[in-house]
């Protein structure tokens, strides 16, 4: 299912935040280490390249249920959502680089709250999408993914770009899917994702920018708390119902 990756991707970057500021909707405007490794583990990263991990990556999402699903098939798939969203992206720095000029403006505490937050947020709106990835799905069934190689971006070779292609021929869909990634204690995090040149980051700043400018940063907090809440409380109701 490495078709999967796309509408995950797209769910995260254009789903997530359908605030609704004063009739506007955002969602339609569009993520030296501290200590040091050990030689086996330096000699893993230098291993494995940026493109494999986003290979690595797709194939992870081979073990995601779509169709009816049973209560634990459903908590498998929560499961892998926040496998994938902790260990393979790398939210602190979506969330630094989407807050721009606003991230030093907050304390520790704040920064470290507001990442809290927005992994929080990744994670129930993932599990939510469960019934569109499953719709979208349906085109997946002869597709190809093209892996285009990946190229640094830094002299350290601690930053990369790994260019992909989706084609599903039977839909007419031609899908640029691209990563930026940056290594992390010997492995290679995901922290923006450009869709047809739409940037995760890019959409989540215009987002949280315009949000700060208007109303403080604190009103941006509470929006995302609400949001966070709302969802949680409609996964519990959905719960209950069916139980």
Same mark, same amino acid.
């Given at each position: 299912?490495?078709?999967?990756?796309?509408?995950?991707?797209?769910?995260?970057?254009?789903?997530?935040?359908?605030? *609704?500021?004063?009739? @506007?909707?955002?969602?339609?405007?569009?993520?030296?280490? $501290? =200590? +040091?490794?050990?030689? &086996?583990? /330096?000699?893993?990263?230098?291993?494995?390249?940026?493109?494999?991990?986003?290979?690595?990556?797709?194939?992870?999402?081979?073990?995601?249920?779509?169709?009816?699903?049973?209560?634990?098939?459903?908590?498998?798939?929560?499961?892998?959502?926040?496998?994938?969203?902790?260990?393979?992206?790398?939210?602190?720095?979506?969330?630094?680089?989407?807050?721009?000029?606003?991230?030093?403006?907050?304390?520790?505490?704040?920064?470290?709250?507001?990442?809290?937050?927005?992994? *929080?947020?990744?994670? @129930?709106?993932?599990?939510?999408?469960?019934?569109?990835? $499953? =719709? +979208?799905?349906?085109? &997946?069934? /002869?597709?190809?993914?093209?892996?285009?190689?990946?190229?640094?971006?830094?002299?350290?070779?601690?930053?990369?770009?790994?260019?992909?292609?989706?084609?599903?021929?039977?839909?007419?869909?031609?899908?640029?899917?691209?990563?930026?990634?940056?290594?992390?204690?010997?492995?290679?995090?995901?922290?923006?994702?450009?869709?047809?040149?739409?940037?995760?980051?890019?959409?989540?700043?215009?987002?949280?920018?315009?949000?700060?400018?208007?109303?403080?940063?604190?009103?941006?907090?509470?929006?995302?708390?609400?949001?966070?809440?709302?969802?949680?409380?409609?996964?519990?109701?959905?719960?209950?119902?069916?139980?």
């Amino acid at each position: 299912m490495k078709y999967l990756i796309v509408f995950f991707v797209l769910v995260l970057s254009f789903s997530l935040f359908a605030f *609704d500021v004063k009739g @506007e909707n955002l969602a339609a405007l569009a993520q030296e280490t $501290a =200590a +040091k490794r050990s030689d &086996a583990v /330096k000699s893993s990263a230098l291993e494995k390249t940026p493109t494999k991990a986003i290979q690595e990556l797709d194939e992870m999402l081979d073990d995601f249920h779509i169709g009816k699903l049973t209560p634990k098939q459903e908590e498998e798939n929560r499961e892998l959502k926040r496998k994938i969203i902790h260990g393979t992206f790398d939210i602190r720095e979506l969330s630094k680089l989407s807050l721009a000029k606003h991230w030093n403006e907050i304390s520790i505490e704040e920064q470290n709250r507001f990442v809290k937050l927005l992994t *929080d947020l990744l994670e @129930e709106k993932a599990i939510f999408s469960k019934e569109q990835l $499953a =719709a +979208k799905s349906k085109m &997946a069934k /002869k597709y190809k993914v093209i892996y285009k190689g990946h190229t640094f971006s830094d002299a350290k070779k601690q930053h990369s770009y790994v260019r992909t292609k989706v084609i599903v021929p039977s839909e007419n869909i031609d899908i640029t899917l691209n990563y930026k990634l940056k290594r992390q204690d010997g492995e290679w995090k995901i922290f923006d994702v450009i869709v047809d040149n739409a940037s995760l980051i890019e959409n989540y700043r215009y987002q949280f920018d315009s949000i700060i400018k208007k109303h403080g940063y604190p009103d941006l907090v509470r929006r995302m708390t609400e949001k966070l809440e709302e969802i949680r409380a409609k996964r519990r109701n959905t719960n209950s119902t069916e139980g």
